[in-house]
């Protein structure tokens, strides 16, 4: 037997693990890693079964090109040379902006830094996107506007250090297992204080000293409201607010307009329960703030982020261990895809494409002239510019939009109206249906890299296994598109020279090498090769100098219930999954626990309406109807459903409003209006309703 230490491909609390393989070549299982920071020895159900799907037999093996209706196989040359002369032509006939690229949480920083290098240098856009569009990117902006820095300010280990700890718009214990138990620990055990805000009855919520269950969509003028009580009572923390922020007035005067009893209306909670989270998280010496896509996934989303925030300041919870504001990212390289420029506005280390000198750097080192200037097209706004008939040309790798974006039937429509599609992955996806071409990828198993984790924690990903078939690393995929679209700056003979490229260029990851992260990961900012990481953001002082606060008014969802649709609508995960089930779906172990899609709904409103435990339903919004089996149980309240987006065969994002964040273009995943009744007909239908 064969041992491979490298990381987990699933969330981003990057737990490391040996993958197993015999002589053959084929993994048998995993043996997590004791020595690891952050795993101890210990994995989730994902992580323990994530070796199995690497050898289903729906694996790509080679490269196909849709001829007459249908894919056939074809060869590498043939398949590179399609892509590449296809977008080229494209770009000649409409403009360098006529084609865009879509880059992968899923796949290495290596990978994500040459997507951004293919489209910018290579053919002169800044159309590269991910989907922390969908996720986190209103965390990025909102971080970054009030510290200077768009991620985790703190280490998961701080976890077990604060006094009280703030969850909200994250079902911890089920898509970040091990930080979960962190957190129970720290309860359990030391006798920290816990404040879970969020309408579904969770596991955490078990164990919190408030409960705190208000609307979706209210988080805003909860945050003011507790704001205000601690004003009121003088609990913040004077000190730091004078020598470390700025625009306190304006924060005073924005939540001196929500008092507990204002919040306690529009949230749906009472002004007690407001009151005591309020105390309970000024009180303590250190407190942090948790949260995940409750918080991010609205359209008002960096409103949200910016609230944490200031809540933080105003207490003094930041740049000291067991403090800061702390989002959980979703994937395993989320964060990593963001630090490395996958995004419209910035090359890597956020460094902003919108400044010459920046784009004058990356010239020199790229060897090309005159780098686009505009921001450019994101995942949201390049499927409405693709609907439009705007964008003519996509390259995804490793997503998959026809299940993870909003609105199903509007992707269709946008993925059908392109003139070119073209689909690198490790399988058969909903949205490679559409493409022209599909270009075989190795799994994370097959290929060496790094992965950044949640907390900002740069690890290595080990080849175990030669890539199965003729799939390939999608590093040496982009490599060889860029070449073959006529640019000679793409030629590397290993992911280590990409990282050292990254190094050279990107501050933040400066000290960063191969020969530095063999067993522990390094936390960035890492300046330099003597630098050790850093585990706790600005200590002392923020990025940007002060902190901004930056208050918000209340601003409601952009679809509420009604008469004819009068539940409101939420999606997420559930334990057993990941994504868009890709993988996980592929795990005779996980999918045998969840195999089908599933809406929750109160047993008030079941019996109301007459809905059994089990039965099958429909759900219906002004998009789409999806059929689920009905899941009758109070982890919800009354009037809001709650559906998990894994399934093909029940897409919740069919049903989702694509209403945009204005800032960031992040969707409002988390409230839409809908009604539900029982099931008749398909289990989902694609005609609007």
Request: with cysteine; net charge neutral; aromatic share 8%.
């Amino acid at each position: 037997m064969n041992r491979t230490l490298t990381t987990c491909p699933y969330c981003g609390t990057g737990c490391q693990f040996y993958l197993v393989a015999d002589d053959a070549g084929r993994l048998v299982s995993v043996e997590p890693s004791t020595e690891h920071a952050v795993s101890r020895g210990q994995l989730c159900v994902k992580g323990w079964n994530a070796f199995e799907f690497v050898h289903h037999p729906d694996r790509l093996t080679q490269p196909l090109i849709r001829g007459n209706g249908r894919f056939e196989p074809a060869a590498w040359d043939e398949a590179l040379d399609l892509v590449a002369t296809r977008l080229v032509d494209l770009q000649k006939r409409h403009g360098p902006d006529s084609v865009a690229f879509f880059s992968s949480a899923k796949t290495t920083n290596e990978e994500n830094y040459l997507m951004m290098k293919l489209a910018r240098a290579a053919f002169h856009t800044n159309n590269v996107d991910h989907c922390a569009r969908l996720c986190h990117s209103s965390m990025v902006a909102g971080l970054a506007a009030a510290f200077g820095s768009g991620a985790m300010t703190n280490s998961i280990s701080c976890m077990e250090e604060a006094d009280c700890i703030f969850v909200t718009g994250s079902n911890t214990t089920e898509q970040h297992p091990l930080i979960g138990t962190r957190i129970m620990r720290n309860v359990l055990e030391r006798g920290a204080k816990l404040i879970v805000s969020d309408n579904r009855k969770i596991r955490l919520a078990r164990f919190a000293d408030v409960h705190l269950r208000p609307r979706n969509g209210t988080d805003v003028p909860l945050l003011n409201s507790m704001m205000n009580v601690i004003l009121r009572e003088r609990l913040e923390d004077k000190q730091f607010v004078a020598s470390r922020t700025e625009n306190y007035q304006k924060l005073r005067d924005v939540v001196a307009e929500y008092p507990p009893e204002k919040g306690a209306e529009i949230c749906g909670v009472t002004a007690d329960e407001i009151v005591r989270a309020a105390r309970t998280f000024a009180e303590a010496d250190r407190a942090m703030i948790v949260y995940s896509m409750g918080i991010t996934q609205h359209t008002h989303g960096v409103d949200n982020v910016r609230s944490c925030a200031n809540l933080a300041m105003l207490t003094g919870n930041l740049g000291r261990p067991g403090t800061g504001v702390n989002p959980l990212r979703g994937q395993n390289n989320v964060q990593g895809a963001c630090d490395m420029g996958a995004l419209p506005n910035v090359y890597s280390g956020y460094q902003k494409v919108t400044e010459a000198p920046i784009r004058a750097k990356f010239e020199e080192a790229w060897g090309v002239e005159s780098l686009p200037a505009e921001v450019g097209l994101g995942v949201t706004t390049a499927i409405d510019a693709a609907a439009e008939g705007k964008l003519k040309g996509l390259l995804v790798m490793g997503e998959n939009p026809m299940l993870s974006d909003p609105d199903q039937n509007h992707v269709r429509r946008a993925l059908e109206n392109l003139e070119f599609l073209a689909v690198i992955d490790i399988f058969p996806t909903q949205t490679s249906q559409f493409a022209h071409v599909v270009l075989p990828a190795a799994s994370y198993a097959e290929k060496d890299g790094t992965f950044t984790s949640t907390e900002r924690r740069v690890q290595r990903v080990r080849k175990a296994i030669d890539p199965l078939g003729g799939s390939r690393p999608d590093w040496e995929i982009l490599c060889e598109m860029g070449r073959r679209a006529g640019y000679a700056g793409m030629h590397y003979d290993s992911p280590s020279d990409v990282m050292d490229e990254i190094g050279r260029l990107t501050p933040i990851y400066a000290g960063i090498a191969y020969d530095r992260i063999r067993r522990v990961g390094l936390q960035w900012p890492c300046p330099d090769r003597r630098h050790a990481g850093t585990p706790v953001l600005h200590v002392g002082a923020f990025k940007r100098g002060r902190g901004l606060f930056s208050p918000a008014r209340y601003k409601p969802p952009a679809e509420l219930p009604d008469a004819q649709y009068p539940f409101v609508l939420s999606t997420g995960r559930c334990y057993w999954h990941f994504h868009t089930g890709t993988m996980t779906r592929r795990s005779r172990l996980l999918d045998r626990e969840v195999h089908d899609g599933y809406v929750e709904i109160n047993p008030d409103d079941a019996r109301a309406l007459g809905i059994r435990d089990g039965q099958r339903v429909t759900v219906t919004t002004r998009r789409a109807e999806v059929t689920a089996v009905a899941r009758v149980t109070d982890v919800v309240i009354q009037g809001v459903l709650f559906m998990p987006f894994h399934f093909e065969e029940g897409p919740a994002n069919a049903l989702t409003n694509n209403a945009l964040d204005p800032e960031c273009k992040i969707p409002e995943y988390k409230v839409c209006a809908a009604r539900v009744g029982s099931a008749q007909g398909a289990a989902y239908e694609s005609r609007d309703v």
